[in-house]
């Protein structure tokens, strides 16, 4: 199914390059893309028809009028810009990638928000945004993030052991630990709910 995309930002060079991008990873089958310019994506019919709204190195004024107005459904990825989105605005699948992000990734996240997950570059900079509806539990610390990360990436307890210098037995602690606190009851059920909440990043 093609998704419609609505990208807008200040830049309109950006803006085509970005949109460029997207068809030649995608290709006409892919996506549905439309630049919509910032005067107008305010009006009703900016944020219509839209299955994902992409917004391009959007300067402070513009990232500020935008967090006012986003319709809580619509899913959003920032690429880029003077300033992340706050956390209050991250109530739809929502993420931000830097404005350095190869074309292949940017398509991936366009795709995954639009399936209902949160994309970062740098996850621990999201906790704070996670949604009502979180497991119960305690955050995630600092070291369990350097875990799941790992875990992510398909790597066992022993592999991760050795990327970040434990011992096996404190590797599967923290991915129980991640696991209690995702709620989840397999590795890749917590990878789900990790990327959905927005604890790792894509």
Known sequence: MRLRVRITGEQKWALQGVAQALQRVEG???????????????????FAQADVL????????????????????????????????SPAVMRAAAGWLAADADDARI????????????VADDARSWQASVPAGTPPGEPLTPRELEVFELLAKGLANREIALALGISSHTAKFHVAQILEKTGAATRTEAVRQ????????L
Do not use: H, K, M, T
Request: net charge negative; hydrophobic share 50%.
């Open 107 to 118: 398509a991936a996240a366009v795709r995954a928000v639009a399936a209902g997950l949160y």
């Open 54 to 85: 992409l917004v391009v190195q959007a300067g402070s004024d513009l990232s500020a009028r935008l967090q006012q107005r986003l319709p809580p459904s619509l899913p959003v990825l920032w690429l880029g810009g003077d300033a992340r989105p």
């Open 194 to 201: 990790g990327l959905r909440l927005g604890w790792i990043g």
């Open 28 to 46: 006409d089958s892919g996506f549905d893309v439309e630049i919509v310019p910032a005067e107008r994506v305010f009006s009703e019919a900016g």
